[in-house]
């Protein structure tokens, strides 16, 4: 494991891209690196003669800097050791001498050095004040008072209060900009502690809407790009200071099609629009993100497409089915099987156990209710990614999807919910069991995934509702599927996260409640509001369902809040923006 206190740098490195992706990509990152390409790059003679232009040059200043302080130096000297003439030195030299004279008998220092001391450190104490030492404007404060003091002492009555007061203002005078603060500190600030990146990108980024819209397919494959790169940057950028092992992909290809395996053995399979697809759909197996993969491509990356649109016919399915998948997951099948061994004794007689079912169901609809619906309704244009993968997942955090209420199949094969909980509770070999049941041979239960700020949640996909149900209403404590991730779109427009269902009312606020997302750090982004509808720009959302519209939005928090206990409020939301979609819509209007 890495040392925690050792912040890593900024990872760029690409991995190997096909030609006709490299140029974009070098296009892209040296946009920002030009002064110093340019640089680094010179030839060796233009470097050796900018280092002796440097070294001149310095010289030349230097002498020059030592020609004026000699030359101040003499003239301040000059009039120091001068024993006529008028003016605040005189008053003050002539009554300080005479005070020096009758007090320094018996010290080391002649009359003559104690003088000369007194006026360097006074010196010294201006220079210090005005570069805005504390110090020094005490010490210059001192020598002041000092001065006034010498004088009145020093000169005979009655002329001691009129020189004295000669020289205090003289000495006010010139302290005006040693004790002038914004004036000095304004050429010297100091520097500002790191800070965490800011909730909304200081540029719009690049709009993918228009690009399509003109059909600029070379410029469309440059910003797609680059947004990629973007949020890629971002992301390190907010977890420089998190640790954590990074994840090692080999990845094959065939057209859009890849498959990925990790070093420790996990394998993944889906669709791309291109290389830097393939690694942001990888980051975002983890939830919530926090490592960055490292990929080996084996044979060239898919390239960046002139026009952003997957082609499902390049598809590529797992390797392993989900039999071998759980058979190769002893751990997790002894502990359901202690669990499905718990609930049959505490069910008791299985003449009953329609009714424990029952009660369960009751139980869920009350407190944990499924939502409607959480998806984006997004256009094939704006799909990056896809990938699928065998897993572990907690049912509770199964909120959504192909029923309206847990159990409700009345319609649809109401009897399968029990025969699938009474085979797992009365089964002798789990793994059997769990094979026949939730494996079903190639159609395996599928999920859908969406992260949030302190884990996943899913939403169930089109094969293994019913299974997915009994599962829950078991409470088992794990649950293998085919779960699929896709990565937060690039751009999203309130046609993409309106909700859809029939007779649903059209907000028109949404990119209001965007703005309010952005502004309390909910979302990473940029709002563009030219040339057309409202489209966001997003780099990172703490749960990509709080871009939909408010209804949906607050029904997806209250869910998530109910399995992530606290988990909202440590991202800033409060308690009371979460009641219903008035206050969450009052709460963001208020940012």
């Given amino acids: 494991m890495r040392n925690p206190s050792k912040k890593p740098a900024l990872d760029l490195n690409l991995g190997d891209q096909p030609a006709s992706v490299l140029s974009w990509q070098q296009s892209a990152i040296r946009r920002g690196q030009v002064l110093f390409a340019r640089a680094i790059g010179a030839p060796p003679w233009v470097q050796a003669g900018g280092v002796v232009a440097v070294i001149v040059l310095g010289s030349l200043v230097a002498a020059a800097l030592s020609i004026i302080a000699h030359a101040l130096w003499t003239e301040t000297r000059n009039v120091l050791e001068t024993t006529g003439g008028s003016g605040p030195v005189s008053l003050l030299r002539r009554p300080a001498h005479a005070w020096i004279n009758a007090h320094a008998v018996g010290l080391d220092l002649t009359a003559q050095q104690f003088w000369r001391s007194w006026i360097i450190s006074g010196i010294v104490f201006f220079v210090l004040a005005i570069a805005g030492s504390i110090g020094g404007r005490i010490g210059w404060a001192l020598f002041g008072l000092s001065a006034v003091a010498l004088t009145y002492a020093g000169t005979p009555p009655p002329s001691s209060l009129t020189a004295a007061a000669t020289v205090a203002g003289a000495w006010a005078l010139v302290t005006v900009p040693a004790y002038t603060r914004s004036r000095t500190r304004l050429s010297h600030p100091e520097p500002e502690p790191p800070q965490p990146p800011p909730a909304t990108a200081c540029e719009p980024g690049v709009d993918l809407w228009t690009l ?24 390190q950028q907010r977890w420089l200071h998190r640790d954590g092992n990074r994840h090692e992909w080999t990845v094959t290809t065939r057209g859009q099609g890849f498959r990925a395996q990790d070093h420790d053995g996990r394998e993944v399979a889906g669709l791309a629009v291109s290389g830097e697809a393939i690694v942001e759909v990888l980051t975002c197996l983890d939830a919530p993100a926090s490592g960055f993969p490292i990929v080996r491509w084996e044979g060239p990356a898919p390239g960046v497409p002139l026009q952003q649109k997957l082609n499902w016919v390049d598809g590529r399915s797992l390797a392993g089915s989900l039999d071998d998948f759980i058979a190769s997951s002893p751990d997790q099948v ?34 944990f209710p499924l939502i409607d619906d959480v998806s984006y309704a997004l256009t094939g244009e704006e799909n990056l990614a896809t990938l699928s993968t065998h897993a572990w997942i907690d049912p509770t955090t199964v909120v959504a999807g192909n029923a309206r209420t847990w159990n409700d199949f009345s319609n649809h ?8 909980i009474r085979r797992l509770l009365t089964a002798s070999d789990t793994t059997k069991a769990l094979c026949k049941v939730l494996a079903n041979g190639s159609n395996a239960p599928q999920l859908i995934r969406y992260d949030g700020p302190a884990g996943p ?7 293994g509702t019913h299974r997915t149900h009994a599962m829950r209403i078991l409470n088992a ?12 779109p690039l751009q999203v427009t309130q046609d993409d996260v309106q909700a859809p269902r029939a007779g649903a009312a059209h907000e028109n606020d949404l990119p209001r409640l965007w703005e309010g ?7 990473h982004g940029h709002l563009i509001s030219t040339s057309g509808e409202p489209r966001l720009n997003v780099d990172h959302a703490a749960g990509g369902w709080m871009l939909l519209d408010p209804t949906r939005a607050v029904a997806v928090n209250q869910a998530y809040e109910k399995i992530y206990p606290g988990s909202l409020a440590a991202v800033g939301i409060p308690s009371t923006a979460l009641h219903n979609s008035r206050t969450w819509r009052n709460w963001l209007h208020a940012a």
């Fill in 212 to 235: 399509r819209k003109n059909g600029d397919g070379p410029a469309l494959a440059a910003g797609l790009y680059e947004s990629l790169l973007r949020r890629r940057i971002g992301r």
């Fill in 334 to 367: 002894q502990q359901l099987h202690e669990w499905f061994q718990e609930t049959r004794a505490a069910w008791g007689d299985p003449t009953g156990w329609h009714f424990n079912i029952l009660g369960n169901v009751d139980v869920l609809n009350i407190a």
């Fill in 413 to 420: 094969r109401p009897e399968v919910v029990e025969w699938i």
């Fill in 457 to 463: 949640l899913h939403v169930m996909g089109g094969d």
């Fill in 477 to 488: 404590p794990l649950m293998a599927a085919e779960v699929t991730i896709k990565p937060l």
């Fill in 517 to 523: 997302l952005l502004r309390r750090g909910l979302i």
